[in-house]
């Protein structure tokens, strides 16, 4: 089966049992937004495997609020039942699921995994902008893809979003616009498809307006890669939306255009993770090699570890926020305690279980909570997140930059 992941959609309910998902980032801030710019043996008996990705979700570390992780064969008996008796499967194992109290564990349907799969190769519907947090708890939009119905409609990076749909969005986690802008907050028991409109309200230069965006079928641009220059500091800015396949290459390879004398700024802010082992592999740009996080699939212990080789040795900032999750948390944790970079900004999200899939007597697929997550050092980060190096409240990028002059690099 493959390894484990650490794409984190929140759950939600759903009319009857079933739940389904609310990508908090989907690979949240972007690429969820629609731009999208977030793999167990154990030797019990399961269903087939579903050959896809799990994913790692992090819920808060209270069992109480939580309640306990929902074991598999429960469930899968629950759905071979209700198959037996001419019922829903995913509805009976959801209803396993709800009463465990396990908030990240969820059941989908064939086609909603297949959505979720399509989610992973880096296809989306949506309207092809990325939002952050600005200052004041203001929404801004980070990025426009260039032809999508957000570029078309005139959008820009650092317009103010005021509203989705009517909506106020200001003071709102960057994870529940995506959401709205996504179509999948709410009572909705389908995902939007290409086609359905939104509506968002902007404000740039002190004039506000509305327009309506129709949300189509694209691809993510998972990486992106600026060399910049300001107040005399050199900078290759690599930013990150998802870590979705290829993600990890696309690091290697963004890392290594830097040249002698500048310093990277790794931007992960709004990243609501992904899949670990593309996690991995970015670590491999910056580490030699080593452990990146350890995790445990019901007990058992295993371990991620950065490729050898091929590593920059230039100084490196990593940004960081309360949208940056799952494996964007395992990355950053694993630089920060090998001591490889400087965290900058505010503390992360806090996303740390570890799901696996197992497919259904009715072909739906049932994600359950299997282990967590550590850093290198062994600190868990569900419900906890990571406390930056240098905690910012304002121009975060600014500081990074400082920060890099004085590590030497980008001077």
Excluded: C
């Amino acid at each position: 089966m493959p390894g484990p992941s650490m794409f984190h959609p929140q759950r939600r309910a759903r009319r009857g049992a079933a739940l389904t998902l609310v990508f908090a980032g989907v690979l949240a801030t972007g690429a969820a937004a629609g731009s999208w710019s977030p793999e167990g043996q154990d030797g019990r008996k399961r269903s087939p495997e579903v050959h896809a990705a799990s994913r790692t979700a992090a819920r808060p570390a209270d069992p109480a609020v939580t309640g306990a992780p929902v074991d598999h064969s429960e469930v899968e008996a629950a759905a071979a039942r209700a198959v037996q008796d001419g019922k829903s499967g995913s509805e009976a194992a959801a209803e396993v699921v709800g009463r465990s109290g396990d908030r990240w564990s969820a059941v989908y349907s064939a086609r909603e995994y297949e959505g979720l799969e399509r989610t992973l190769n880096g296809a989306y519907i949506g309207v092809g902008l990325s939002a952050r947090r600005a200052a004041g708890g203001r929404t801004e939009v980070d990025s426009v893809r260039p032809g999508s119905p957000a570029d078309r409609a005139g959008l820009r990076s650092g317009d103010r979003l005021r509203s989705v749909d009517g909506t106020p969005v200001d003071g709102r986690p960057v994870t529940e616009v995506v959401a709205l802008l996504r179509g999948d907050a709410g009572d909705a028991t389908a995902w939007p498809g290409p086609g359905t409109p939104v509506r968002v309200g902007v404000e740039r230069a002190g004039r506000s307006w509305e327009r309506t965006l129709y949300r189509e079928r694209l691809t993510s641009e998972s990486v992106t890669a600026e060399h910049l220059v300001q107040g005399g500091v050199a900078a290759v800015r690599i930013k990150v939306g998802s870590f979705t396949r290829g993600t990890g290459e696309q690091v290697r390879a963004a890392a290594a255009q830097a040249l002698p004398g500048e310093g990277i700024l790794l931007d992960l802010r709004g990243n609501s993770g992904g899949l670990v082992e593309e996690a991995a592999t970015a670590a491999s740009a910056f580490l030699d090699g080593g452990l990146v996080a350890t995790y445990d699939v019901d007990g058992a212990q295993r371990t991620l570890e950065a490729r050898p080789g091929g590593a920059t040795p230039l100084p490196l900032v990593v940004l960081v926020d309360g949208g940056t999750m799952s494996a964007a948390e395992l990355l950053a944790g694993a630089l920060q305690d090998r001591g490889r970079a400087v965290l900058v900004g505010s503390r992360t999200f806090g996303k740390g279980s570890v799901q696996m899939p197992s497919r259904l007597a009715d072909g739906s697929v049932a994600e359950l909570t299997v282990g967590h997550y550590r850093t290198p050092a062994g600190h868990a980060v569900d419900g906890r997140g990571i406390a930056p190096d240098l905690l910012v409240r304002g121009d975060a990028e600014e500081r990074a930059r400082t920060v890099l002059s004085g590590l030497g690099g980008g001077s």
